[in-house]
């Protein structure tokens, strides 16, 4: 009997999809979510345009910590796969601070097989629930996509959390081979992007690793410092279950610096991975930063995520202001203003010294806070916080700035526009401009090489000045993003694997083709 078709519901997000479609997609794509895989070619999968994941509404999601992007079906996701066109030479992999081999896991999905999808997504990348929630790809492999090139990039994103989450919810499905142990144990300072990823990497080479954590939870900035509704605290939990399952042991409550100290650690392990992020915050210097109603975005953003002050039934206190500034036009700056509105902020306003277009958060991010009624004020800096007579915030003097030449970043410099001066009145304001490195750990370590800044400085292959210690994330590289700290977690790992089989981190050199013509001969 043959399989009849699945039908395309009505006003489901299948319709809407084909709905979107160019005419001459229209069979391919009614063929792809009926439940075909049709073998195409190249001028067929161009044809082809992006589809869209479904997202709540706007008004509705503003008022709640509901994650916002609600993920593809099974349907949008093999139709998005059709879209890649299996690059012969695929800049897509180069693009991946993680190197991902994504023409192989979205070929294995545009196949039907799932299974097989997260198989090779999981061999590539530790933490690809995170990933596909919060990785910028747009400035990644979607950037150097070949189809980026004449159009709209192949949604890499939306396909490796489809199959990330699929992996999540079947894990009886997947592959689990355990390696044979190696008789190492490593230590791994830091639980955050970084550190997990090390992790998954060193667990999978067969080295016993423990992971030490400051606070009472894995996850670091992806629990601190991530909202809710941008990726969900049980995602992240899961992602450290599944390492926890494959080996490694988490010690949280663990304050390398305090608890322990690098040395200590050093006795106990054949080798250390120190990625403790650079959490210290930075302020605007301005005067009135010490008046009541100031937060640092750390400090808000811990409050509200890590100490789940975002759910009424739980005692931590935050403050709930209805007016609110937010300093800084970065993610950080992104996730704690579209906080304020979810905590019922009247008006909530992102106050950016620079244009539009210099403003360094997602696109995405941007896009989603402007929905949600976020207020925008371009090209103002703070001067002062003005406070009233109890000592609570009562508004943010600032200043108009112009344009000038580029500085150091190749941005351009911003200048006050003088007599420009003006009040934003407020009870709340929270400062995201930046993070530093925190001396903690360093400070007890004086065999560890820093910098000026406070940085740990690393070899090529991120060994420390210490013997066997090595380091990666924003303690080495200053703040930066989530899946740029993975890539130095991953690369770490490699290093150490080979330092604690050989004796050296660094990669054996390639052999010259003539000679492994011979050899294979």
Known sequence: MTEQPHPIAEASPEAEALAAQPEPALDIVRRV???????????????????HMVEQDAGARSANFDEVNLGLTEGLAFLEAERCL??????????????????????????????????????????????????????????????????????????????????????EALSHDRPARSGKAVAIVGSGPAGLTAAGELAKHGHKVTVFEAFHAPGGVLIYGIPEFRLP????????????????????NSIIGKTFTVAELRERFDAIFLAVGAGLP????????????VYSANEYLTRVNLMGAWDPINDTPVL???????????????????????????????????????????????????????????????????????????????????????????????????????EIPCEMVVVAIGTRSNPLLTSTA????????GYIE????????????????????????????????????????????????????????EQAVATEV
């Open 33 to 51: 979510l009926a439940g075909e895989h049709p073998t195409l070619i190249p001028k067929e999968r161009m044809s082809i345009d992006r589809i």
């Open 86 to 171: 299996q690059c012969k030479k695929p800049t897509c992999i180069d693009g991946c601070p993680v190197r991902v081999n994504i023409p192989l896991f979205i070929e294995r999905l545009r196949d039907g097989d799932i299974a097989g999808a997260a198989d090779s997504l999981l061999s590539d990348n530790a933490l690809p629930c995170v990933t596909g929630r919060v990785c910028p790809q747009e400035t990644q492999c979607e950037q150097v996509c070949v189809r980026a090139k004449k159009g709209t990039p192949v949604a890499v994103g939306y396909l490796e959390r489809y199959v990330a989450d699929w992996a999540q919810a079947h894990p």
């Open 233 to 252: 605290k049980d995602i992240v939990q899961a992602e450290v279950d599944r390492l926890v399952a494959e080996g490694v042991v988490i010690e949280p």
């Open 282 to 293: 930075v302020f605007m210097g301005v005067p009135g930063e010490n008046f009541k109603g």
């Open 320 to 422: 709930h202001g209805q007016r609110v500034v937010v300093v800084g036009g970065g993610n950080v700056a992104m996730d704690a203003v579209r906080t304020a509105k979810r905590l019922g902020a009247a008006e909530a306003t992102i106050v950016y010294r620079r244009g539009r277009e210099e403003l360094p958060a997602r696109a995405e991010e941007v896009h989603h806070a402007e929905q949600e009624g976020i207020r925008f004020d371009f090209l103002v800096a703070p001067v002062e916080v003005l406070g009233d007579e109890t000592g609570w915030v009562r508004a943010l003097r600032c200043v108009r700035m112009e344009l000038g030449e580029p500085d150091a970043s190749g941005r351009a410099r911003p200048k006050p526009v003088p007599g420009s001066e003006f």
């Open 446 to 453: 004086p065999d560890l090489t820093v910098s000026e800044y």
């Open 458 to 513: 690393t070899d090529e292959h991120g060994m420390t000045s210490m013997p066997g210690v090595f380091a990666g994330g924003d303690i080495v590289r200053g703040a930066a993003t989530v899946i740029l700290a993975m890539g130095d977690g991953k690369r770490a790992a490699a290093a150490m694997d080979r330092w604690l089989t050989t004796g050296s981190a660094a990669e054996p050199e390639a052999m010259p083709e």
